[in-house]
């Protein structure tokens, strides 16, 4: 079963910068879409960037467009680097993997397996 463990969370001012990492038990490259969601208290789980397999295409939500870049580091590692950070980020992320969808490529269900989750925390 594969297994994401992400890293990089933090605490950050607004307008500053974090990245976040997400390193998988086995390569993801070829087989897997990577995507990057975020809960914040009290609401739903949203998607915030999705990295199609191949690692050509990516996709973001419009609360982030601009200010957020997935990438793949290797055959493991999908990165979050997220500018501009501003309190509304503040949320727990959650990195995940699965075979993703074209229709609404930002849906949860798209994606099978799911990491524990790094807090992210913006102070304005």
């Known amino acids: 079963q594969l297994q994401l463990v992400e890293s990089g969370g933090g605490s950050a001012q607004a307008g500053g910068s974090l990245t976040l990492s997400c390193t998988a038990s086995?390569?993801?490259?070829?087989?897997?879409?990577m995507g990057w969601f975020r809960q914040a208290p009290g609401k739903g789980r949203e998607g915030v960037a999705v990295?199609?397999?191949?690692?050509?295409?990516s996709f973001y939500a419009d609360s982030v467009k601009g200010r957020v870049t997935i990438s793949r580091v290797n055959a493991k590692t999908v990165n979050l680097q997220m500018n501009s950070l501003k309190p509304e980020d503040t949320a727990m992320y959650y990195c995940?993997?699965?075979?993703?969808?074209?229709?609404?490529?930002?849906?949860?269900?798209?994606?099978?397996?799911w990491g524990q989750g790094t807090q992210v925390t913006v102070a304005s």
């Open positions: 995940a993997a699965g075979p993703g969808g074209s229709r609404d490529p930002l849906r949860a269900d798209n994606f099978e397996y």
């Open positions: 086995e390569s993801t490259y070829r087989h897997y879409f």
């Open positions: 990295l199609a397999s191949g690692g050509f295409t």
